[in-house]
């Protein structure tokens, strides 16, 4: 991407292509960027690819005035949330790398060039801590993989696969008891990887949760994203499982890092940001369910359900991760 000054960030022409930010004379392709990161590093989670990019697009761009840098940076950001069906855990990233420039902007910059340089460094810096965030997660979760457990999951989730093959690694003596997660399979994904690893894993439908749940110790899921109110939204199924472990007397244990908190309200399954055809009365050509083949659907967990949540910061209740969402929102 050439180098170029932004006169209007918004400004786009008439035939501009989604995922795309458009400067005068010159583009730069932040969904394709956000996606090749993607392809090419399965580990990386969707925050840290979006925070990624949006590094690169400081990188790339040559902004004059605070102005033009912070309008860039939120036009990206605007931009990759526009692009993505599910923008949920990206939206999560974006929020945060804008508000932490944000906050790093007000500083009085008598050289503006040396400003911007620092600017993006802290950018830099900012993505190298939230990856590291996960492996901490993983450590932080070592103290629950006490007295031989028999742990529930469903889904896929790198934080859990991170918890659970550093216990394994650790020399902790546990089993799993995972989900298929149809129609995504997530959850053989799940089993296979940790039978590669050595560990014990039985696998069951979807429909045999509850049947399932009266053998577990506890259940450890994943999240796409925490909400305000401490909800999560997760892979579809999540709530029928959440529902099992409080019929039961199970506790339920959330794991994910702290750049996957979304300030956001959704109240109940059908107000998330997610357009997502779950529910479709006699659609043409199709006898089952609907294909989740484009995207696959998520599900809305109460915080009533949740016991706490693992993260790089510590264990944490639900009233604490809202009222860190709060407090994140009113320091931008």
Known sequence: MSHSTIPNPNDKPSDSKPGIVYFEMSEFDILGHYSRLLEEDPSKSMPIAAIESLCALCDGIEANTIHELLSTIQ????????????????????????????????????????FKRKLQSNGHLF??????????????????????????????????????????????KFKVICTETRPSCQGLRTAKELRAAGVSVAVIDDNAVTYAMNKATFVLVGAEGTLADASIINVMGTQNVALAARNIGRPFYVATETHKFVDMFPVDQYMIPVKQNVIVFNPEGVEGAMSQDELTFVDYV???????????????????????????????
């Open 75 to 114: 036009l990206g950001s605007d931009t990759l949330k526009e692009s993505v069906p599910n923008a949920i855990s990206l939206t999560a990233g974006c929020d945060l790398f804008t508000k932490f420039i944000t906050r790093h902007s007000h500083d009085d910059p008598r050289d503006f060039d040396t």
């Open 127 to 172: 993505a190298q801590r939230a990856r590291k965030a996960r492996s901490i997660v993983a450590e932080n979760g070592l103290k629950m993989v006490m007295n031989n457990p028999v742990i529930f999951v469903h889904g896929y989730s790198r934080c859990i696969m991170a918890i659970l093959l550093n216990a394994k690694e650790k020399g902790r």
């Open 302 to 332: 109460d915080p009533k359900y949740i016991t706490s949540f693992v993260t790089e910061t510590g264990l944490m209740s639900p009233t604490m991760v809202g009222d860190k969402i709060i407090a994140t929102r009113l320091e931008g």
